[in-house]
């Protein structure tokens, strides 16, 4: 059984340079979330899917992220010329959304982000 | 809004003892989801419970027990003979209580270091 898969694991970029992450859920799972986590914080929700849609984004997914799930599969986040304040653990969860199993999220290990 | 407090940053103990981690929750709606998740060093978020606002009963798994007052808005996490193993940054989190409970609020987490 795998888990949810992010990469890169690790990305150091220039200020103002783009940047793009993927995830790739549990296979079974129809929803998926991204989450930003700053050192010494919890993980703050970004935005999240069921399957293809996007239903719902943060005030602090500010217009420079945009993040896409086109066939209802792997996700990724891309921001674009990122500033330091965007250095950040950005961390991938997916669910199998309603019923028993509510708010159960399964989370990847996260792409460490440093803007310098 | 949903706010989620944990006033403790750092716990130390030794094996075997016994430690609480508190959680202290704000929110205006009459039904909702709380939510203990663990971060081990490897980083990947692990799910641990999940109660419903209506069901106060207290919930025992092994080692781990949950303390549900509604009346102190508190959800607290009591580990029984805590063991190296236990080491790690354990996040309380808040949900409305819809059908998906699509966005958690996350405290900022209690770092608890077991110590032989």
């Known amino acids: 059984d795998t888990g949810v898969s992010q990469n890169p694991r690790h990305k150091i970029t220039k200020r103002g340079q783009n940047v793009t992450f993927r995830c790739d859920p549990i296979?079974?799972?129809?929803?998926l979330y991204w989450y930003r986590q700053t050192l010494g914080q919890g993980p703050e929700f970004l935005t999240y899917f069921q399957n293809e849609a996007q239903l719902e984004k943060s005030r602090l997914l500010s217009d420079r992220f945009s993040a896409e799930r086109p066939k209802g599969s792997f996700s990724t986040l891309e921001i674009q010329r990122t500033e330091q304040g965007d250095s950040a653990m950005y961390l991938c969860?997916?669910?199998?959304?309603?019923?028993?199993?509510?708010?159960?999220?399964?989370f990847g290990e996260g792409s460490r982000l440093t803007v310098l | 809004a949903q706010k989620v407090t944990q006033a403790q940053t750092e716990i130390s103990v030794v094996e075997k003892e016994d430690v609480t981690l508190d959680c202290v929750y704000e929110t205006r709606d009459t039904t909702y989801y709380l939510f203990w998740y663990k971060q081990p060093p490897s980083g990947e978020l692990v799910f641990l419970i999940r109660r419903n606002s209506f069901d106060e009963q207290n919930e025992i798994s092994g080692r781990y027990s949950w303390n549900f007052q509604k009346s102190t808005s508190s959800f607290n996490f009591t580990i029984t003979a805590s063991q190296v193993v236990d080491s790690a940054v354990y996040f309380c989190a808040l949900s409305e209580a819809t059908g998906t409970a699509s966005k958690l609020t996350f405290g900022t987490g209690t770092r608890l270091q077991v110590t032989l």
């Open positions: 969860a997916s669910s199998l959304g309603a019923g028993p199993r509510v708010g159960e999220l399964f």
């Open positions: 296979s079974e799972h129809n929803r």
